[in-house]
């Protein structure tokens, strides 16, 4: 614990009394306070939260409540990737867990900064619930976090977070907004951030905007979001929702029964590149935005992005010496082969999950996965029905690394035949959730 040193007049700003203090945290328990929660518990308004490297995991590292408080919650050295809270890692696969609940009218003081939430499981939110506060999020990765709304965050009843610097990648809705999901008059606003995998079953990959909210994305980049139904791969803004992009990119999404924007609200774009969309790139609401406020349709030329370099080549139509009027699009700069800076995605998912389509009774079909590792906690590959409940249990209990085969006959967990229709194959491992859907035909 570390005192700030004291000035000579007491001042207030922001609300945040000037005297304040720095608490550490260690994964191991060491530190000021065993656990974060507890940390959490004891701090003043203003102090800071420093979390030291490692995986922060159990009973009071997760499903944090942050009581109001204008506090900072760190990584020691602002590296994500040296810091990860896993919410179900060591937890009975029954249970969810997410990493932050914040629902206390808690406003920009109240930061997040540094940390990867990897894992999480929960109904509104993976990762993060934001109830009517306003949090701020910075330099944060949400990774393979499941929900039922929601993959990584869930915002409702006039909440106002701001999310700056962050990464979201795979993250899972069982039902909508693959990424993120707003509802009931919120005001969220993404600031150089990157959405990569993201996808949702009942449509909406990546954000869903439900009732009378303000989303808005300023030099984002969205590349390999999608979704297996349902309203819209992409994005949906509903209810007089208003969706703003501006110096964004929006690539390659895909949806089996094609578009990927749907709107009842109102939806504005200013110098963004809408290219190699499945179902096309400026088509249905986007119609005639194209060539219209800098707006255009061309591959944004990405440096690696198998490797997880999404940077742009020099010669990049989003980069500001071929695009002077708009000046740099999307979330990475420009600068093939310079240093790793790009390559933030690159390693963090290494679970696989392939499924067969359609699945004929009695013929049985192959389910292939494969664990990266035998250290990651316990496993579970379940089947769900489109409610979303357990209607098999194929594997349960220690994980073996390799690749795995499954054969299911499209029974349930008592040997009935399960009603042609769609089911969801859900297989939990470790911090890593997937989700793919499958036909089950008569």
Known sequence: MKKLPSPLVFVIVFGVPAFATDWTVSPDGSGDFPTIQAAIDASEQGDVIELTSGVFRGVGNRDLNTLGKAITIRSAGDNPAECVIEPTNGAPPEEDHIAFSIENGEGQATIVRGITISGGDGSL?????????????????????????????????????????????????????????????????????????NHAHDGVGIVLAENHDTVEFTNCTFDGNWSFQGLASGFWFDDESTGDFTHCIVTSTFYAGGGYWAFLGTVTLNCCDIWNNEGGDFVGPLDGMEDQNGNFSADPLYCDPQAGDYRIEDVSPCSPQENPECGLIGRYDVGCGTSDAGSDIAGLAGLTLRVPSPIPFGAGSQIHYTVPSAEVGSIRFTIHDVQGRIVGTLVSGAPTEGEHVLTWDGCDDHGHRLGAGTYFCRLRCGRETMVRSIAVVG
Request: glycine letters at 10%; proline letters at 3%.
């Open 125 to 197: 939110g993976g990762a993060c619930y934001v109830h009517g506060a306003a949090p701020v999020f910075s330099n944060c990765r949400f990774v393979d976090n499941f929900a039922v709304y929601g993959g990584a965050v869930c915002c409702d009843d006039t909440a106002q977070p701001s999310f700056v610097d962050c990464l979201f990648l795979n993250n899972q809705a069982m039902e909508m907004g693959g990424a993120v999901c707003c509802d009931s008059y919120t005001t969220v606003a993404f600031d150089h951030c990157a959405f990569f995998g």
